[in-house]
């Protein structure tokens, strides 16, 4: 019997290895495939995305082989959530096998207009790293080393500059897969955002919360690997 593919995309400024570590607690029937999004880890040198559909393209290229050969869900946190989303999008479009389960990660539904949220990839240099600071996920050692900086929040910002330019107005086109949807209960997301992805299927959609704000991924690895195996394995 073949494995299950578990397709992992990171959340802004991430790389593939932010899932590593669950390799070790998924169930043995399940392959984790994480996702390395261009001008990060071992495609750092590759030019930033320019639009969704860019970075989506990619990375439904890059898992097209695969998702004709077996059976296969996607996981996505933050970023990652909404590039998954779309990627579902995508796959259906194509018309070929589709995912068996989608996860979606510290990510409001879309479609809804936050006027009291300013926009991370408009901001000055230093209200963009104030800003950065106090969302977390950075190892406070990072902002240090201005090398590293130096490197890294060109790519965040623009990260920011995708995940932020989301078309609100878009119909809304629900999708044929159950959903599992992961989100932290201090994250800095509406009551509206949190209930409305129901409205992005026509199967079940099912929520839970973790302690904790946006970067829960990294402290409930434990709780959520759990999740994944109940639902997949």
Same mark, same amino acid.
């Given at each position: 019997m073949k494995k299950m593919k578990l397709f992992c995309i990171p959340y802004a400024g991430g790389s593939a290895i932010i899932y590593n570590k669950w390799s070790q607690?998924?169930?043995s029937s399940i392959e984790l495939v994480p996702i390395e999004l261009a001008g990060r880890g071992r495609r750092m040198h590759e030019e930033y995305y320019q639009n969704i559909p860019e970075a989506v393209e990619d990375i439904f290229n890059f898992i097209s082989k695969d998702i004709t050969q077996t @059976?296969?869900? =996607? &996981?996505g946190h933050s970023m990652g959530a909404m590039l998954a989303y779309h990627l579902t999008q $995508? =796959? $259906?479009?194509?018309?070929?096998?589709? @995912?068996?389960?989608? &996860?979606?990660?510290? $990510?409001?539904? @879309?479609?809804?207009?936050?006027?009291? *949220? *300013?926009k991370y990839h408009l901001m000055n240099e230093q209200e963009f790293l104030e800003a950065v600071v106090k969302l977390g996920g950075t190892p406070p050692e990072f902002f240090e080393h201005p090398e590293l900086m130096q490197l890294f929040l060109p790519l965040l910002r623009n990260d920011f500059r995708l995940s932020e330019s989301e078309d609100i107005n878009a119909v809304i086109r629900p999708l044929d897969h159950q959903l599992s949807i992961l989100l932290g209960k201090d994250e800095d997301l509406t009551a509206e955002q949190c209930d409305s992805w129901k409205r992005h299927t026509h199967k079940l959609c099912t929520t839970y919360y973790f302690n904790g704000g946006h970067f829960f991924l990294h402290d409930e690895t434990t709780q959520i690997t759990k999740i994944i195996n109940n639902t997949l394995a």
């Amino acid at each position: 019997m073949k494995k299950m593919k578990l397709f992992c995309i990171p959340y802004a400024g991430g790389s593939a290895i932010i899932y590593n570590k669950w390799s070790q607690q998924l169930h043995s029937s399940i392959e984790l495939v994480p996702i390395e999004l261009a001008g990060r880890g071992r495609r750092m040198h590759e030019e930033y995305y320019q639009n969704i559909p860019e970075a989506v393209e990619d990375i439904f290229n890059f898992i097209s082989k695969d998702i004709t050969q077996t @059976p296969y869900a =996607i &996981f996505g946190h933050s970023m990652g959530a909404m590039l998954a989303y779309h990627l579902t999008q $995508r =796959i $259906r479009e194509a018309k070929v096998s589709q @995912p068996v389960h989608v &996860f979606l990660s510290g $990510r409001g539904a @879309p479609g809804i207009k936050r006027d009291d *949220k *300013k926009k991370y990839h408009l901001m000055n240099e230093q209200e963009f790293l104030e800003a950065v600071v106090k969302l977390g996920g950075t190892p406070p050692e990072f902002f240090e080393h201005p090398e590293l900086m130096q490197l890294f929040l060109p790519l965040l910002r623009n990260d920011f500059r995708l995940s932020e330019s989301e078309d609100i107005n878009a119909v809304i086109r629900p999708l044929d897969h159950q959903l599992s949807i992961l989100l932290g209960k201090d994250e800095d997301l509406t009551a509206e955002q949190c209930d409305s992805w129901k409205r992005h299927t026509h199967k079940l959609c099912t929520t839970y919360y973790f302690n904790g704000g946006h970067f829960f991924l990294h402290d409930e690895t434990t709780q959520i690997t759990k999740i994944i195996n109940n639902t997949l394995a």
